[in-house]
């Protein structure tokens, strides 16, 4: 993870389609080298607790993440949860590095034991989860990895067909 440039910083907010909030770093670059993933304040500037300590800003991964939303396969995932004991424990697992994550960069009651995603009991939104495996590295999210794996390469295609970085999708549908 690196320190934001202001090059970065113009990047997110052009990708993001509004200045960025609170960044603390880059926590993962995309393939073309453009930021990809934001590790962000748990307070905003505004004093606003913000539980999205990972946030995903790779408009084109945005995109393809979205479609897996779209898809209903949060809704299998968590049913998932209920019937495999091991990957219940896991994701518990991810949790708490999400929460020793953030608390790294400062403690807020409002939002103490709160992760995001819907972690750890049910599977909410998988933008934060993408954003958490690809920052945090493979084997740390379940849900997020296996997120990764169904995207397969298609979404960085795309992505490294435009030099930019920044997409054709403004905005970001994230929680």
């Known amino acids: 993870m690196t320190q934001p440039t202001a090059d970065d910083l113009a990047v997110v ?16 670059r995309c393939p073309c080298g453009k930021p990809g993933v934001v590790k962000t304040l748990p307070r905003l500037p505004n004093g606003t607790p913000f539980p999205t300590t990972y946030y995903l800003t790779n408009p084109q991964l945005v995109s393809a993440v979205s479609t897996l939303e779209a898809s209903g396969l949060m809704t299998e995932m968590t049913a998932r949860l209920a019937d495999d004991a091991d990957l219940a424990a896991h994701y518990r ?19 103490d034991g709160i992760s ?11 933008h934060v989860l993408v954003g958490h495996a690809l920052a945090a590295g493979r084997g740390v999210n379940p849900f ?11 979404w960085h295609r795309a992505c490294a067909a435009d030099p930019t970085g920044l997409g054709s999708v403004p905005g970001s549908a994230q929680a």
Do not use: F, N
């Not at 990708?15 to 993962?28: F, I, K, N, S």
């Not at 697992?93 to 409002?110: F, I, K, M, P, T």
């Not at 995001?116 to 998988?126: H, N, S, Y």
């Not at 997020?144 to 298609?154: C, H, M, R, S």
């Open 116 to 126: 995001a995603g819907g972690m750890p009991t049910r599977v909410k939104c998988l």
């Open 93 to 111: 697992a991810a949790h708490e590095a999400y929460l020793a994550d953030r608390e790294s960069l400062g403690h807020v009651d409002e939002i």
């Open 144 to 154: 997020g990895d296996e997120a990764l794996d169904l995207l397969g390469d298609d």
């Open 13 to 28: 907010e052009a990708q993001l389609g509004r200045e960025p909030r609170g960044v603390a770093e880059v926590a993962w």
